[in-house]
């Protein structure tokens, strides 16, 4: 399967939708006009439609093993490589206003590592409201069954990916408990992460360490890794 489908929804779009799909806040005259609300149901939209294909794909995992596949397979990162090959770059460079003065340049944008992912949620987000959800997932589906099938051959480590993460960065994470519950045998952790004393992730865990892997996972999607 590729992007094609996907491809084909993102040419069908109304002109005023893929407008919004591709503008970003610093270009758009008022918050409401860029794509930060499509990007918002984008990301519901592709969770959805990618937690649907795991269940039909993997009949014998369990939910545990279907949430590592899936939070691996939607991370930012994945949603950039989608993006690239949909072309969104240069949907993003096409859309930068010719009179830009104030906002911030598409070239700029691309460099950092939201934008792409984001506006390829928008766009997925657009697609949804345009298409409806059975016609848009399946072409979602398809578009990132690449990813999955990469997801499910190498499951990852989420607190050695932050780390790596963080490293470009110049930064490092460390782990709090932050609570307790349960009697001794069935003892329950919850877990932060945390990045220059701030709390980037949380998770929870019957072990400290199922708890700081499920707060590394919730920290790279919120970091975009």
Not at 63 to 72: C, D, M, R, S, V
Not at 95 to 107: K, M, T
Request: with cysteine; hydrophobic share 40%.
């Amino acid at each position: 399967m590729s992007v094609a489908a996907l491809s084909g929804l993102i040419a069908e779009l109304p002109e005023d939708l893929r407008r919004e799909a591709l503008t970003h806040s610093s270009w758009a005259e008022e918050r409401g006009d860029s794509y930060e609300r499509l990007a918002y149901l984008g990301d519901s939209v592709l969770a959805l439609a990618v937690a649907g294909d795991l269940v039909d794909r993997f009949p014998g995992e369990d939910a545990g093993e279907l949430t590592k596949i899936h939070n691996q397979a939607v991370r930012g990162s994945a949603c950039a490589e989608v993006g690239r090959e949909l072309g969104v770059p240069d949907l993003i460079r096409d859309e930068e206003p010719q009179d830009l003065q104030v906002g911030i340049p598409a070239e700029v944008l691309l460099s950092g590592e939201r934008p792409l992912p984001e506006a390829t949620e928008a766009l997925i987000g657009a697609c949804f409201r345009a298409f409806g959800f059975e016609r848009t997932a399946a072409a979602v589906a398809a578009a990132f069954e690449s990813r999955i099938e990469h997801a499910a051959e190498n499951r990852v480590d989420f607190k050695s990916a932050l780390q790596e993460l963080l490293a470009r960065r110049h930064s490092r994470v460390s782990y709090e408990v932050i609570a307790e519950s349960g009697p001794p045998h069935r003892r329950n952790f919850e877990v932060a992460a945390l990045v220059d004393a701030e709390r980037v992730g949380e998770g929870t865990g019957r072990s400290k360490k199922a708890a700081e892997q499920a707060a590394a996972e919730r920290a790279l999607k919120r970091l975009g890794g």
